[in-house]
């Protein structure tokens, strides 16, 4: 006899959102739009503060939370009390930390999508290193930080600068780039019973990139290479200006960059979604490391970013992509410019900084937020873009730039 579960998907499609932080506005619009029914679940702590789009909204649930954190088993347990009356299909997390989240519950409640062993690897610092280097994907040399022999054969192996950074965090919080192996060993013993919570590996000197990818039935439909300025970790610690911008079309970095994404996400089993990914280029030799992987939309604007460049939004897409995967269709991407866009965000000295002497007509967008100053420039250019971030980059540092307090969540 076959078993079969009668519960078959039933239309419309229902998605519950995680949103621990606020985020994902366009997913939760873009999927009401396409007719599916859509929960939200978030932090208590937004509850008076952020501005969902209710009218896309069945409902909004909150967890009581400790900086953004939830108890996992108060989250399965307030889950499947609404499971009793709602029939969830899918489950969509809209902040990095919410992906280990949403393969909890989808483990819990037997849904598709990553579950806890895949998304690991997006998550999870340790585990991307593990199953890149396993793929044959260059990555800096590493070490866990479980056995202290294997700590000092590495220390006696590999030359520094090291880097000893957090398996599970986000936005280089606690990463600390390390010269001496008594200062690695130090942070080791300081860090006590956290300690296993930590990757060692080597600093590679070079420029870092991202790619930005949607990916559809296990295959990268879309993919977008850009070229950080100063690299994140010298902007997080050292202060300075975060900029980005979309490479060359076409051009060898492009090219080879998008390939390893493609390398990376496939032996990484993404099916559906969206990835931000990170790459370094080494200094040295000029080859390409992978440094980092995501299941889901790049921070710090750089969905504006693209989208000022293709007129492609990936938080809509990556509503598109799960919708199709749940419903077993096939789906392509819109119709895309290929512009040129650059993307500059800077802590500033001043309140509301006044950037009414930014005129130039590539300035599609500017930040409003507290004590920032941001810009997003697009032309079909990209010596233009080029040239318009280097100009803005260097009047943030003479006008507006401070560099403290810490950029901790620069991303958001
Ligand atoms: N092995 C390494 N060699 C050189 N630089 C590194 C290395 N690991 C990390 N970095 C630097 O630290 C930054 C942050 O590292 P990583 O991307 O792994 O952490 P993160 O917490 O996810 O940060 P973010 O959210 O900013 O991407 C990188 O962009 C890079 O500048
Ligand atoms: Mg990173």
Redesign the pocket.
């Given at each position: 006899m076959e078993i079969t579960d009668l519960n078959t998907v039933p239309a419309p499609l229902t998605f519950l959102c995680l949103a621990s932080f606020e985020k994902g506005h366009r997913t939760l619009e873009e999927l009401k739009r396409q007719g599916c029914r859509v929960f939200l679940l978030t932090s208590l702590s937004l509850r008076d503060k952020a501005k969902w789009p209710r009218e896309s909204l069945e409902d909004i649930f909150y967890l009581p939370d400790q900086e953004h954190q939830w108890d996992a088993q108060d989250m399965i347990r307030g889950v499947s009390h609404l499971c009793r009356t709602q029939q969830i299909d899918r489950i969509l997390p809209l902040d990095?930390f919410d992906v280990e989240r949403a393969a909890l519950l989808r483990e819990h409640l037997r849904l598709p999508g990553l579950g806890e062993t895949a998304s690991r690897y997006f998550r999870d610092?340790l585990a991307m290193r593990m199953r890149a280097a396993e793929s044959g994907i260059r990555?800096?040399e590493?070490t866990a930080t479980f056995n202290y022999e294997r700590i000092t054969n590495f220390l006696e192996q590999v030359p520094g600068p090291?880097?000893l950074?957090?398996r599970l965090?986000?936005?280089?919080?606690?990463?600390k780039?390390v010269h001496h192996a008594q200062e690695v060993w130090d942070r080791v013993h300081a860090a006590g019973d956290e300690q296993s919570f930590f990757v060692l590996?080597?600093?590679?000197?070079?420029s870092?990139f991202?790619v930005d990818s949607i990916w559809s039935a296990g295959e990268m439909v879309y993919a977008i290479a850009s070229a950080?300025g100063t690299?994140?970790?010298?902007?997080?610690t050292g202060g300075g200006i975060f900029t980005t911008r979309i490479l060359p079309y076409g051009s060898e970095e492009d090219l080879a960059l998008r390939a390893m994404n493609e390398r990376v996400l496939k032996a990484f089993q993404l099916l559906d979604g969206v990835s931000?990914t990170?790459f370094?280029r080494a200094e040295g030799d000029g080859s390409y490391?992978f440094?980092?992987t995501?299941a889901r939309v790049g921070?710090?604007h750089i969905s504006d970013l693209i989208e000022a460049a293709t007129g492609m939004n990936f938080w809509e897409e990556w509503a598109k992509v799960e919708i199709a995967a749940a419903t077993g269709r096939r789906y392509t991407t819109p119709q895309t410019r290929k512009d040129y866009g650059g993307l500059l965000v800077s802590l500033a000295r001043q309140e509301w900084p006044d950037t009414s002497s930014f005129q130039e007509p590539e300035l599609v967008w500017r930040m409003k937020k507290k004590h920032h100053i941001g810009f997003i420039v697009k032309s079909p250019r990209w010596e233009r873009v080029e040239e318009l971030i280097n100009v803005y980059a260097q009047r943030v540092r003479d006008e507006y730039h401070a560099s403290a307090p810490p950029l901790d969540r620069?991303?958001e």
């Open positions: 990095d610092k990555v800096p590493f090291w880097v950074k957090p965090m986000a936005g280089a919080i606690g990463i780039k590996e080597r600093f590679v000197p070079g870092i991202h950080y690299p994140p970790l010298k902007v997080t931000h990170e370094i490391y440094l980092e995501s921070g710090a620069l991303r």
